[in-house]
């Protein structure tokens, strides 16, 4: 079965510093990898996503994200954090493995706080 | 374009009543979802379908039944709803093993 972890329940960046959300993974064929962000009483908001091809993809708002497969992780940064991007993150998988149709896998998330 | 749109939006239930959750979406997709999010937890798969007609349980069904009568619309039932079952359920749906898009969750509280 399919795993998510993230180590960090809370993150804390000063305003215009890079910031990182760590993510690693456990699947048992090839990974689909998403991340997903959730503003306080809102549902999730699709972020960027890793199918295949280049490792370091680019989503919205800023943010992108570096597969690498050896370290099975997927963790989620940002050059420049904004007091804007404080907010609960979510990274989520699915495993091809059985063709991927059972749904995302989720961690438990990461609170990211930046702080002006 | 609305997305996904779950009805209602907050409930409160007493111990043992029944309630169905609607979720409908306009993006044709063949793939839906019911989650459960708890303090703590992340979110939880309760029930997924990859059709209409079909059905499958995720991770935590015990408790829930579904149904997926159209395309469009992913119900959630409750037979006897219990005070676990407080939670922030969300729906979602994809067009197929892409991204999945989300709802504005339902808040049911059971007293």
């Known amino acids: 079965a399919q795993s998510v972890a993230q180590p960090e329940d809370q993150v804390n960046v000063a305003e215009g510093n890079p910031l990182t959300v760590k993510c690693t993974y456990s699947v048992s064929g090839n990974p689909y990898l998403f991340w997903y962000v959730q503003y306080p009483n809102r549902g999730l908001q699709f972020l960027l996503k890793?199918?295949?091809?280049?490792?370091l993809v680019k989503g919205s708002y800023g943010f992108e994200a570096e597969f690498n497969k050896s370290q099975t992780s997927f963790h989620l940064k940002k050059p420049s954090a904004l007091v804007s991007d404080s907010a609960l993150y979510f990274c989520a998988v699915r495993d091809t493995a059985g063709g991927g149709a059972d749904g995302l896998t989720f961690g438990k998330g990461t609170h990211l706080i930046i702080q002006p | 374009n609305a997305g996904v749109t779950q009805t209602p939006k907050f409930r409160v239930l007493k111990t043992g009543q029944s309630m169905t959750l609607l979720c409908a979406q306009d993006m044709n997709h063949e793939y839906m979802y019911w989650y459960r999010q708890d303090p703590g937890m992340g979110l939880r798969l309760i029930h997924y379908s990859v059709g209409e007609g079909t059905t499958a349980k995720g991770e935590v069904p015990d408790g829930y039944n579904v149904s997926r009568l159209k395309k469009q619309n992913f119900l959630l039932g409750l037979e006897s709803a219990a005070p676990s079952q407080t939670s922030v359920y969300f729906c979602?749906?994809?067009?197929?093993?892409?991204?999945?898009?989300f709802g504005q969750g339902t808040r049911l509280t059971v007293v």
């Open positions: 890793y199918i295949t091809g280049d490792n």
């Open positions: 979602a749906s994809s067009y197929s093993v892409r991204e999945a898009f």
